[in-house]
C-alpha cells in the first residue's frame, strides 16, 4: 500500500516537470509569432482602406465615420498589392462571361449637332386639286385609284352636262349668222372658253355641225393622285374637286424642334437624315424654313429641307432620324464614344476606363462631359484622351463587379469623397478669389444687374487666367487639367454673353464646374451651400453654390426669387 502511494508522487512529480518543460518550450515562440503578428497587423493597419457598408465610394486611410450618412467606417477588402483602390480587377475568363468588350477612343466626324426626328411631307407648292370645269355628270373615270400616277393634260374624265350641250348649240346657231352678226360667234366662243374647251375643239364643232354630249376633263399638272373625291356617275357643280393630284419628284422634310433646340437652329443649318426603310443611306439638304408659330399641344416648332427625291424613294408620312449641326457648321473631326460605353447617373456619365499589366486587366470609373450626339456616339468634350481604352460593350457588367468589390461605382455616387486634394498657398489662394468673383457673378444675377454681372464675369475670366496650370502637385493635375478645360470655355461663354438671359444660359455649366472644384480641390475656408432650383434649364433643374442657406435664385431673378433648395454642404 505504501509502494503505491509513494509510486503515484513519483508520476505526479514527473507529470509537473514535464508541464513545466513543455510551457517553456512553447511561450517564448508564442511570444515571438504574437509579436510577428503584431508587426503584421500593425503594417496592415498602415495600408489599411475604411470604407462605409451603405456607401462605397468613400475611401478613407484611417477609421471614422462615413462623411455622408455618419455611420462608422469597415475595412475595405485588400486588393492586390499595388493595385489602385478605385480599380476593379476581372480576368480574362470573367470578362467573355460577362461580354465586356473594349475599343480605343478615337476622332470621328462630328460637330455641334442635334438629333432629332422627322417625317416626309408633300412639297405644297407642287400639290394641286383637278376639279371641273364644267356643272354636270360624271360619265367616266378614267383615273380610278389613289397612288396612279398621271401627266400633264391626260384626259382623266368624261363629263355629261346639259349647259355645255345648250351652248354647243348656241355656237353653232351663232356660226351661220357670223356674217351679219360676228359678235355673237365671238361671245359664244368665250362662254366655251371659260369652261376650258379649247379652240381646236371648238374649231372641229363648227366644222362636223354636231353637239357632243360628253366632254373630257384634262390634268392641269401632272404628279400623284392623293385622293379620288368622286366616282362614275356623281353630279358636280362647276370648280367641284375630283382629285388631289402632288408632284412627289421634290418633298419636304419637316423636323421637329422643341424650344431648347431654337437656339442652335437657323435657316441655312446643314442637316443629314436617315429612313429605316432605306438602311445605309444618307440624305443631306439644308434648313430652308422655320415655322415662325409653334404648335400649342406639341410645344415644336417645323424646321423644313426641302429634298430632290430621285427615283420616288422618299414616301410622304415616312419617319425619319436627323442631325442638325448647329449654324452652317460642316462635320468637323472631334473625340467620340460609343453610346453603349455610356453609364447615366442623373447628370453625371461615367464610363469605365481600362488599364493593364502582367497581374491582369484592371477597370476604373471615369467622369466625363459629353457634348451633342452624333448618330450611335455622343462628342467627348472632356474627360478622356485619345488612345485610352474603354469598355463600350458589357460597361453595366463591370460597374456591377467594383459594387461587390466596395470600389467607386455608378450606382456608389460620386467619386469626389474618395479623391479630393487639398492645396495650400498661391494656388488655394488663386482659386477661392475665383470662387469669391463667381458668388458675386451670382449675387448680380440674383438682382437683375447684367452690367454687374458682366463686370464680374470679366473679373472671374482674369481670376481664372493668373492660376499657375503647372503648380499644382502631381497627384491634382490630371484632375485640374479636366476641369480647367470645362471652365476655361464657360467662363469665356459666360463672359460673352449677350444678354442676362443668355448669361443665365451659360451660368449653369459653370456653376457645375465651380461645384466640382469646390468639392474637389477643398479651396474654401468658409461653408459653400449648394442650392438647386428644379424649374431652372426648361424644368430639367439646375445648381448653384451660395455663400449662405438662403436660397436666392440666379436663374430666375426677381421672377422667382426664392424658387430652390439646400441640397449639400461644402466646409
Not at 408659330?293 to 427625291?309: D, I, P, W
Request: with cysteine.
Amino acid at each position: 500500500m505504501e509502494n503505491i502511494f509513494k509510486n503515484k508522487w513519483v508520476m505526479f512529480l514527473l507529470a509537473f516537470v514535464a508541464g513545466g518543460l513543455l510551457v517553456w518550450a512553447v511561450l517564448p515562440d508564442s511570444e515571438s509569432k504574437s509579436e510577428q503578428s503584431e508587426h503584421r497587423h500593425d503594417h496592415t493597419e498602415e495600408d489599411q482602406i475604411w470604407t462605409c457598408s451603405m456607401h462605397p465610394s468613400v475611401r478613407k486611410n484611417e477609421p471614422g465615420d462615413c462623411p455622408i450618412c455618419g455611420m462608422e467606417l469597415i475595412p475595405a477588402e485588400s486588393g492586390d498589392e499595388g493595385l489602385d483602390p478605385d480599380a476593379v480587377k476581372m480576368s480574362e475568363t470573367a470578362m467573355k462571361l460577362a461580354n465586356v468588350q473594349t475599343a480605343v477612343v478615337g476622332m470621328s466626324e462630328g460637330s455641334e449637332s442635334l438629333s432629332l426626328t422627322g417625317k416626309v411631307m408633300p412639297d405644297e407648292r407642287l400639290s394641286n386639286t383637278q376639279s371641273s370645269h364644267v356643272p354636270g355628270r360624271v360619265e367616266e373615270l378614267l383615273v380610278n385609284y389613289t397612288g396612279e400616277r398621271i401627266g400633264k393634260n391626260q384626259v382623266i374624265a368624261r363629263i355629261y352636262s346639259p349647259e355645255l350641250v345648250t351652248a354647243q348649240r348656241e355656237l353653232l346657231r351663232a356660226a351661220m349668222m357670223s356674217e351679219t352678226q360676228p359678235s355673237l360667234l365671238k361671245a359664244a366662243k368665250q362662254k366655251l372658253r371659260n369652261w376650258k374647251i379649247s379652240e381646236e375643239e371648238i374649231d372641229e364643232i363648227i366644222s362636223s355641225a354636231n353637239v357632243r354630249e360628253t366632254f373630257p376633263v384634262k390634268s392641269d399638272a401632272g404628279g400623284t393622285v392623293l385622293k379620288k373625291l368622286v366616282d362614275e356617275g356623281d353630279y358636280v357643280k362647276e370648280g367641284q374637286a375630283l382629285f388631289e393630284v402632288v408632284d412627289l419628284s421634290r418633298v419636304w422634310v419637316m423636323i421637329d424642334l422643341y424650344e431648347k433646340h431654337l437656339s442652335k437652329v437657323s435657316e441655312g443649318s446643314q442637316v443629314e437624315f436617315t429612313v429605316p426603310s432605306l438602311p445605309g443611306e444618307v440624305f443631306k439638304g439644308e434648313v430652308t424654313f422655320l415655322d415662325p408659330v409653334m404648335n400649342a399641344q406639341s410645344r415644336v416648332v417645323k424646321a423644313r429641307v426641302v429634298v430632290e427625291n430621285k427615283g420616288g424613294k422618299l414616301k410622304p408620312e415616312m419617319l425619319v432620324n436627323a442631325v442638325v449641326y448647329a449654324g452652317d457648321d460642316q462635320p468637323q473631326e472631334q473625340l467620340s464614344v460609343p453610346k453603349s460605353a455610356v453609364l447615366w447617373t442623373g447628370k453625371r456619365s461615367v464610363v469605365y476606363v481600362k488599364t493593364a499589366d502582367e497581374q491582369g486587366v484592371y477597370f476604373r470609373m471615369r467622369e466625363v462631359d459629353l457634348g451633342p450626339a452624333v448618330g450611335d456616339s455622343y462628342a467627348v468634350e472632356s474627360g478622356l484622351e485619345k488612345g485610352e481604352e474603354i469598355a463600350v460593350h458589357g460597361a453595366f457588367s463591370v460597374d456591377a463587379a467594383a459594387q461587390l468589390a466596395s470600389k467607386p461605382s455608378m450606382m456608389s455616387g460620386s467619386m469626389e469623397s474618395s479623391s479630393d486634394f487639398r492645396l495650400s498657398g498661391i494656388i488655394s489662394d488663386k482659386l477661392e478669389g475665383m470662387i469669391e468673383n463667381y458668388l458675386a457673378l451670382k449675387n448680380a444675377l440674383v438682382n437683375d444687374d447684367f452690367a454687374k454681372a458682366q463686370s464680374e464675369a470679366s473679373a472671374m475670366s482674369d481670376s481664372f487666367e493668373e492660376i499657375p496650370q503647372n503648380e499644382f502637385p502631381e497627384e491634382a493635375r490630371e484632375e485640374w487639367s479636366r476641369l480647367a478645360d470645362k471652365l476655361s470655355k464657360s467662363v469665356k461663354t459666360t463672359e460673352s454673353a449677350s444678354d442676362i438671359e443668355n448669361m443665365r444660359k451659360h451660368f449653369q455649366p459653370l456653376s457645375d464646374g465651380m461645384i466640382h472644384l469646390a468639392r474637389k480641390f477643398k479651396s474654401v475656408s468658409d461653408t459653400l451651400y449648394v442650392q438647386h432650383c428644379p424649374m431652372a434649364d426648361n424644368n430639367n433643374g439646375a445648381d448653384w453654390l451660395s455663400s449662405e442657406d438662403k436660397v436666392l435664385n440666379p436663374y430666375f431673378g426677381s421672377a422667382m426669387l426664392s424658387c430652390g433648395e439646400v441640397t449639400d454642404e461644402i466646409k
